[in-house]
């Protein structure tokens, strides 16, 4: 059955999986065969040439999952993204980037692009004249990040696309918060999806990956400049992530769910200031979000007031865990000035509006009643250290 007919859960357990002829077992068998016979040359089978049986299968339901006619699984979201940037990048040629970024793909950007003669531009913000003002005659791809980490903040992709198409620039998106399950950017015109698989696609945050969807052309550019490269993905770990990504339909939708109710219920929480998530009506990027997402996603942040201690806040919270990452089927929560964004000056957080009182919360899949017994809590128990201390 071709993918394209298949509903997403069906995709998500059947596609791109390898029959087991020998033994009949009902899951893939795992290759981890680094040495194939060389019969056929062309094809020079080897984990670095992102060509084993197992990377090719998952390919196959990764690209199904972002209506995509190919991808390619790599070793982390940043060897995903630095290797489609020099894919399509070189000496003298300049990149859009979106303001808000990922940590460590503004530290790709500002660190490494000088040495290759990459020029780069930052966008003022997220409106379409934004992205026209830093497109440059040199301009050859233009980048995004909807939702962003960590204020969920919304970029029309519909719009970028368009821009990308005019101007003649290959555009790009880090679709992780969304995931696949609630974002599509193919479907808008983007040419280049980018996942950090260590997120929403593993789920279970037990595994470091990264994945590239996007035409066959565009694949095979990827796939030539990531042979020299050598960010290929252990096949033991392919195989894992195709077992997570047999769940990622199901555990995503109830994330949603979570963390829609979860956000409607800490707006309303006096110690909270400020709730970041795309699915309240509240949230400056609710009605473009309803446009281009399935689901508003499992991620939020928020501020709390004054009177609570981030730092003692997080240190009586029972169930969510404090945690450098993000989108497991456990809840976890993080300061970004200390993990995603430490590397930035106060200037850089500052201008990004990012406070030292945010938290990023990834919504996990426990009831919500006892999410939110954990957060009351914690802010109760702050409270009380605050009084009697
Ligand atoms: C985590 C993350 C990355 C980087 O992925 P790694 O797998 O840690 O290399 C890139 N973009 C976003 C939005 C992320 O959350």
Redesign the pocket.
Known sequence: MKSKNLKLNTICVHTGEIKDEQFKGAISPLYMSTSYAYENMDIKQYPRNFNTPNQRALSKKIAALEHAEDAIIFS???AA?STSLFAFLKKGDHIVMQKQL?G??HNLIVKEFDKFGIEYSFTSGSEEQDFKNAIQPNTKVIYI?TPS?PLLSVVDIKMVASLAKKYNLISMI?N??ASPVNQNPIDFGIDIVIH?A??YLGGHSDI?A?AVCASSEHIAQIHGVAINFGGTLSDFTVWLLERSIKTLGIRVKAQNRNAKQIAKHLKKLPDITKVYYPGLKSHPGYELAKEQMKGFGGMMSFELSQEIDPVAFVKKLKLIKPSMS?AGVESTIVSPTKTSHALLSAEERMAQGVSDRLLRFSVGIEHRDDIIADIENAIAKVKKQTVTT
Do not use: A, Q, R, V
């Open positions: 982390s979201g940043m993204i990922y460590g793909t990040e980490n880090d992780t918060f950090s260590t997120k470091l990264g993000l």
